[in-house]
């Protein structure tokens, strides 16, 4: 297996901490932190150690882990190349120095996290790079969209990695599985900007990780890239990610996952703050509140599943909307459930025609055919197979009457929805 480059000691250190500026500031006026923080930090060996082995110990690891390559030999020629390609990425950002608007497909830096109430107390020690998607509904001060990293060599199936695209070095990668809230305040420079056909690939291939057939684990071969056509477009990716264990990119993407979450915390709360303070300047708009609305469906249709199917055994469960490594729990009003091992069930909501519909992504699990029926009113709508030929389909769950989902074989459930109303 090819040796990864950074290895992963170096990115935990430069995700997880702490900085430098904590470590100096422990050192010299300790006063100026929480004692639950000076605590935390003489409890931590690797920081410990750290302060022991002042001044640079972390800075010639990653000198030793980066010039490797060279240190036995003089640079080759693809080496050399590779690295003006670098700089002269670089160098093509600074034409966005001065861009403050936030657009979709921009890659920004985040300096520092900030939450609505200010700066946050989270120690970053290292500058992290996003990509914005879209606005959130009602709030264009946050927006949804992915992390961006530098290392390829950790590239998975659902790492976009960037060839001619304007970005710096430092968001090399778009990870397309690892979705993330932004609060824009959190975010300093612009560092990049996708086309409009790059940004359609990183959704295609965001989808494609949300939706698309499993991967075989037994394709890992870390380090090396692919070109693959998904959805129309083409990308450059990683091969799949092996078992645990056995393939350091699987503790690469739990790093980066959680060091996505703090963001994420931000952006919630300062939806939740814009939420209560129109809800206090006006307390009776007599508006509905669609988002709120949509969640509650949602919420409501997973609730149902999961009283259908108490008797069954292992009935319901449910899992991460985007499923990662760390297997956390999704976020947000989107919820992913299982029944019985045999049928997952996707829940989302979609605007068509202006109109917000609830959606549900059915997908077999296991070599059992599921027979579906949606009805609405009285009359059936849909009657679907799940096989070999068709192992999923959407359907919508919510409209103009009332709605019912069978599920005939090989289970025989029958829910009730409840309804979208404005």
């Given at each position: 297996?090819?040796?990864?480059?950074p290895?992963l000691?170096?990115v935990?250190?430069?995700?997880?901490?702490p900085?430098?500026?904590?470590?100096?500031r422990?050192?010299?006026?300790?006063?100026s932190?929480?004692?639950?923080?000076?605590?935390?930090?003489?409890?931590?060996?690797?920081?410990?150690?750290?302060?022991?082995?002042?001044p640079?110990a972390?800075?010639?690891?990653?000198e030793?882990?980066?010039?490797?390559?060279?240190?036995?030999?003089?640079?080759?020629?693809?080496?050399?190349?590779?690295?003006?390609a670098?700089?002269?990425?670089?160098?093509?950002?600074?034409?966005?120095?001065?861009?403050?608007?936030?657009?979709?497909?921009?890659?920004?830096l985040?300096?520092?996290i900030?939450?609505?109430?200010g700066?946050?107390?989270?120690?970053?020690?290292e500058?992290?790079?996003?990509?914005?998607g879209?606005?959130?509904?009602?709030?264009?001060?946050?927006?949804?969209?992915?992390?961006a990293?530098p290392?390829?060599d950790?590239?998975?199936?659902?790492?976009?990695?960037?060839e001619?695209?304007?970005?710096?070095?430092?968001?090399?990668v778009?990870?397309?599985?690892?979705t993330?809230?932004?609060?824009?305040?959190?975010?300093?420079?612009?560092?990049?900007?996708?086309?409009?056909?790059?940004?359609?690939?990183?959704?295609?291939l965001?989808?494609?990780?949300?939706f698309?057939?499993?991967?075989?684990?037994?394709?890992a071969?870390?380090?090396?890239?692919?070109?693959?056509?998904?959805?129309?477009?083409r990308?450059?990716?990683?091969?799949?990610?092996g078992?645990?264990?056995?393939?350091?990119?699987?503790?690469?993407?739990?790093?980066?996952?959680?060091?996505?979450?703090?963001?994420?915390?931000c952006?919630?709360?300062?939806?939740?703050?814009?939420?209560?303070?129109?809800?206090q300047?006006?307390?009776?708009?007599?508006?509905t509140d669609?988002?709120?609305?949509?969640?509650?469906?949602?919420?409501?249709?997973?609730?149902r599943?999961?009283?259908a199917?108490?008797?069954?055994?292992?009935?319901?469960r449910?899992?991460?909307?985007?499923p990662?490594p760390?297997g956390?729990?999704?976020?947000?009003?989107e919820?992913r459930?299982?029944?019985?091992?045999?049928?997952?069930?996707?829940?989302?909501s979609?605007?068509?025609e202006?109109?917000?519909?609830?959606?549900?992504r059915?997908?077999?699990?296991?070599g059992?055919?599921?027979?579906?029926?949606?009805?609405?009113?009285?009359?059936?709508?849909?009657?679907?197979?799940l096989?070999?030929?068709?192992?999923?389909?959407?359907?919508?769950?919510s409209?103009?009457?009332r709605?019912?989902?069978?599920?005939r074989?090989p289970?025989?459930?029958?829910v009730?929805?409840?309804?979208?109303?404005?």
């Open positions: 297996m090819k040796t990864l480059r290895n000691a170096v935990e250190a430069r995700l997880s901490g900085s430098d500026a904590l470590l100096d422990f050192l010299n006026d300790p006063e932190l929480a004692p639950e923080l000076r605590a935390a930090i003489e409890a931590d060996a690797d920081a410990q150690e750290r302060l022991r082995d002042e640079l972390l800075a010639e690891e990653v030793q882990d980066d010039q490797t390559s060279l240190s036995d030999s003089s640079p080759t020629m693809a080496q050399l190349l590779e690295l003006h670098l700089l002269d990425r670089r160098e093509a950002t600074r034409e966005l120095e001065n861009v403050t608007e936030p657009a979709p497909g921009q890659i920004r985040v300096e520092q900030v939450g609505p109430l700066v946050a107390d989270y120690d970053l020690p500058p992290l790079a996003v990509v914005l879209e606005p959130a509904p009602d709030e264009p001060g946050v927006w949804y969209g992915w992390m990293s290392d390829t950790y590239a998975s199936p659902w790492d976009l990695i960037l001619d695209d304007l970005a710096d070095p430092m968001a090399s778009v990870q397309c599985w690892n993330v809230l932004i609060y824009l305040k959190s975010t300093t420079l612009v560092i990049g900007q996708l086309s409009e056909e790059r940004l359609a690939a990183v959704y295609a965001a989808d494609d990780y949300a698309g057939e499993a991967v075989d684990p037994a394709l071969d870390p380090g090396r890239r692919v070109e693959r056509i998904v959805d129309g477009h990308v450059l990716t990683g091969t799949p990610i078992p645990e264990g056995t393939d350091p990119r699987y503790d690469y993407q739990l790093l980066y996952h959680e060091a996505a979450e703090p963001l994420r915390v952006a919630r709360d300062a939806l939740e703050w814009v939420a209560e303070s129109a809800e300047l006006s307390p009776e708009t007599g508006q669609i988002p709120a609305l949509i969640g509650d469906v949602i919420t409501g249709i997973a609730d599943f999961r009283e199917t108490k008797s069954i055994p292992e009935g319901f449910e899992v991460a909307l985007v990662t760390a956390t729990e999704s976020q947000g009003s919820r459930i299982e029944l019985a091992n045999v049928l997952q069930i996707t829940l989302y979609r605007e068509t202006g109109l917000s519909i609830v959606h549900g059915f997908a077999r699990l296991g059992e055919a599921v027979t579906l029926e949606l009805l609405q009113g009285d009359a059936t709508v849909a009657h679907e197979i096989d070999d030929d068709q192992p999923t389909v959407n359907l919508p769950l409209g103009s009457a709605m019912t989902l069978r599920i074989e289970l025989r459930i029958e009730a929805l409840p309804e979208l109303q404005d």
